[in-house]
């Protein structure tokens, strides 16, 4: 099993899709001979919805952070377990395809 902690993007390239090509990446090289990739898609830090970084964020706010990032981790075949906890499972071509997806969403292909 690979276990992704932690994945902070600087807030200047958030919304090309780096993130999600970089993580995919990261999980192709990484992932060989395992079957599942584990993560918690909650805020690495604590921004308010217009960027702002602070001490705390308001329920409401990280709400729609863990939200967001459960959307961007679908994009990579993530599937929601439990909690904040999502699931890769590499037994199957969702990853493959997904990535594919990503690729050509900025550009590259394989």
Excluded: N
């Excluded at 690979?2 to 192709?28: F, K, N, S």
């Excluded at 990280?62 to 679908?74: I, N, Y």
Aim: with cysteine; glycine share 10%; net charge positive.
């Amino acid at each position: 099993m690979l276990v992704i902690d932690t994945v902070r993007l600087e807030p200047a390239w958030r919304g090309y899709g780096l993130g999600t090509l970089c993580v995919g990446m990261m999980i192709e090289r990484l992932a060989a001979g395992r079957r599942l990739v584990v993560l918690r898609a909650a805020p690495a830090e604590r921004r308010t919805a217009k960027g702002k970084v602070v001490d705390e964020i308001s329920a409401a706010e990280r709400d729609l952070a863990v939200a967001k990032l459960g959307r961007l981790w679908s994009q990579l075949g993530f599937e929601h377990f439990k909690d904040e906890v999502w699931v890769l499972d590499l037994g199957l071509a969702t990853f493959t395809k997904a990535m594919d997806l990503v690729r050509s969403r900025v550009g590259l292909s394989r």
